[in-house]
């Protein structure tokens, strides 16, 4: 009886067996080498190597730049130290005679050839930190920071490469590098439209991540007499600068963002952001915000973005191009606010072409593109009908 | 300590007031505490919570996915009824009572065995059979029924997995792979309503796999090779968003790994494909040749 059953099992399973799964195995079988830069005979991709998860040397990585008392906004020494004073109290005094802070732990010192902070990071730490960067990040990022890793192959905009310390969206003058602060945050909070994620885990192991991060940047700027090349960045580099984050306060259109809208587009159009970025205006309308002749032409494609060719960002030694976005169409990476808006723009993008804006843009005329950028961007989450409409209509005028 | 009284006092059971040695269980206690907790996992159900159901498929034939659903859960709940029913009878029939000694029995006469093999093979056609009927129909006649190749009407996708994203490369205007044209997004699909869409699905690095639950669709996406999977939007998901997940479980981040699904009605996708194909056009650089990966079209 049993056998009679397992029969008839399989009488109706054979039965029943379609031709298509014989297809579907024959299919699979044909195995196709998919990418271009992951395929087995790609002349670039490197084999796996065997990854020292410890490091043993404590390292020295630069804290804060010279507290020189002329520039007073761009010294992160000062606010460095308030901060960590708030945090542990007693733990540094202000040495009169030689002007500078006294770390009793000994974590901070001062160098007073370069005139800058070290902070000696211990091998525990990076380690730890080393520890969480190849597990979550160098997939992409590269097991040696190079941008490379095997899932960050053919992405554009590629990860970035921790070895140059330049960074696009940390919302801190792109001039300067990071605070420790930027970083944490922005690994907090992801970039919108990449895959660089939101990264929830413990703001004491991103803390450490970055710390790791930053003790990349070394190898590429000593020159061949290992002495530190003149227009070195990174931390390792006694005459970088360390820069704060844009603050965005007081906002001074507040409660009035219609009129913010309407000044935004003139002040857009005025200051010539069309020249990388698409402009949104019909020719006789970006004319008129911008006080030109009516007979003024404009670049070709002036509805797309102009890529910009030789960015500092390399793959394999090849600048990648670097498209700035066009506001109707790109997520913003890191705007969902105003405020967001209003710090990249006055930040700039660094190493990407894009301008630091503050300084030479008055305030209120950033916030006011600030909110311009805001509201084009609310047309890409219109999916359909109005955003084709809107540049349908500047096309046309064009 | 176990929830439920014990008649075997353990060393710290006797100790104990509550459960004092010897003291008789209360089987009705025990029934009560059972039924309470069965109605509390069912209170969802019984309170129609939408989160047990998925949403109603928005592909042309997910319905089918639904209904081979319900179909196992009618026959097999069927099943379970009757076997419960048949199992109710020798407790209640042959149980002990003043004056009566319970009846064992091991099932083992030739009459019992007999009977068994009547039910199994009876179970076995009423339900095997009929799931593996319908699901190798549905199989054949839905999921596996690809547009042919030269069909005009499909739209194609290739699908590039990575830890922790979905790339995709959309053909652009001139209908080929490859070239200047191709619109290549991360986490953000669009594709026009009411046509077929066949995907390609590979990976980067580790298996994933290409999960779209209102579609109704799941395909592994493993690297090495290409996989195929399609579906056919019903028109009135036009102007809708589904969620891309993965469904492989592909390192730490693979909860974060989930994409955009943008359906736009064939107007509106004309004029985004347009827009979308002019876009990437303009920012195609020749010789940036690691950025464009892209595989001949697996039909
Ligand atoms: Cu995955």
Redesign the pocket.
């Known amino acids: 009886m049993i056998k009679a059953t397992l029969a008839l099992f399989a009488a109706t399973a054979f039965a029943t067996l379609p031709s298509g799964a014989a297809n579907e195995e024959e299919d699979k079988s044909a195995l196709l080498p998919p990418v271009h830069g992951v395929s087995p005979d790609n002349p670039h991709s490197r084999p796996p190597r065997d990854v020292p998860l410890v490091i043993f040397e404590d390292t020295q990585l630069l804290a804060a730049d010279a507290d020189d008392g002329h520039d007073e906004e761009d010294d992160y020494a000062p606010i460095l130290f308030e901060r960590l004073q708030a945090q542990f109290p007693d733990r540094f005094t202000w040495n009169e005679d030689e002007e500078h802070w006294v770390d009793a732990r000994g974590e901070y010192t001062w160098d007073d050839e370069n005139e800058c902070y070290w902070q000696t990071v211990t091998a525990e730490r990076l380690t730890r930190g080393r520890q969480d960067y190849v597990q979550l990040c160098a997939s992409c990022h590269g097991f040696d920071g190079d941008g490379y890793g095997r899932s960050g192959q053919a992405l554009r905009p590629p990860p970035r490469d921790f070895r140059q310390g330049l960074f696009k969206f940390t919302k801190v003058d792109s001039e300067k590098l990071p605070e420790d602060d930027a970083l944490v945050q922005l690994v907090q909070e992801g970039l919108n439209g990449t895959p660089m994620l939101p990264w929830d885990i413990h703001e004491n192991r991103i803390r450490d991540i970055v710390v790791y991060i930053k003790s990349l940047s070394l190898p590429e700027l000593l020159d061949e007499d290992g002495e530190i090349e003149e227009d070195a960045t990174g931390w390792r580099d006694p005459y970088g600068q360390i820069g704060v984050m844009v603050a965005a306060d007081d906002d001074p259109w507040a409660g009035r963002e219609t009129e913010a809208i309407a000044a935004g587009e003139a002040y857009y159009h005025n200051y010539q952001c069309y020249n990388c970025h698409p402009g949104y205006a019909t020719t006789a309308r970006m004319n008129e915000l911008g006080g030109k002749d009516p007979s003024y032409t404009y670049r070709d494609g002036i509805t797309l973005p102009k890529v910009v060719e030789d960015s500092s960002y390399e793959v394999l030694g090849y600048a990648v191009s670097i498209i700035p976005p066009d506001f109707t169409w790109h997520s913003m990476r890191r705007g969902e606010t105003v405020a967001d808006v209003y710090k990249t723009i006055a930040a700039g993008v660094g190493g990407a072409g894009m301008p630091t804006w503050k300084g030479s843009v008055p305030d209120e005329e950033i916030w006011a593109i600030s909110y311009y950028v805001r509201h084009l961007t609310d047309t890409y989450k219109d999916k359909s009908a109005t955003r084709m409409q809107f540049m349908r209509d500047v096309k046309a005028g064009h | 300590m176990s929830p439920f009284p014990s008649t075997r006092s353990s060393p710290e059971t006797r100790s104990s007031t509550r459960h004092g040695a010897g003291r008789p269980v209360s089987r009705w206690r025990l029934a009560g505490k059972l039924t309470a907790l069965l109605a509390v996992a069912l209170l969802p159900l019984a309170c129609g919570d939408t989160r047990i159901h998925p949403n109603p498929s928005a592909s042309t034939f997910g319905h089918r996915h639904d209904e081979l659903f319900m179909l196992i859960t009618a026959l097999t709940g069927v099943s379970f009824l009757i076997v419960l029913a048949m199992m109710a009878v020798p407790i209640i029939r042959d149980r002990a009572r003043p004056g009566k000694k319970a009846h064992y029995d091991h099932g083992s006469s030739l009459h019992d065995k007999r009977f068994t093999a009547i039910v199994s093979v009876v179970v076995f056609i009423v339900l095997d059979a009929w799931v593996l009927f319908v699901s190798v129909t549905d199989l054949r006649e839905a999921w596996w029924n690809y547009p042919p190749a030269d069909s005009e009407e499909a739209y194609r996708v290739e699908v590039l997995?990575?830890?922790?994203a979905w790339n995709f490369r959309t053909p652009g205007i001139d209908g080929e792979f490859g070239t200047a044209d191709d619109v290549v997004t991360i986490n953000q699909l669009t594709v026009p309503a009411d046509r077929p869409i066949v995907l390609n699905a590979a990976?980067k690095d580790?298996?994933?796999?290409f999960f779209v639950p209102d579609m109704r669709i799941k395909r592994d996406?493993n690297p090495g090779s290409v996989n195929r999977v399609w579906f056919q939007t019903k028109p009135e998901a036009a102007g809708n968003d589904y969620q891309i997940l993965?469904?492989?479980?592909?390192?730490f981040a693979?909860y974060q790994?989930y994409a955009n699904l943008t359906v736009l009605s064939q107007d509106d996708f004309a004029d985004w494909e347009q827009d979308a194909s002019a876009l990437a056009v303009a920012s195609f650089d020749a010789d940036d040749t690691e950025a464009h990966w892209a595989w001949d079209f697996k039909e």
């Open positions: 997995a990575q830890q922790w990976s580790v298996i994933h796999s996406a993965c469904a492989e479980l592909c390192g693979h790994m």
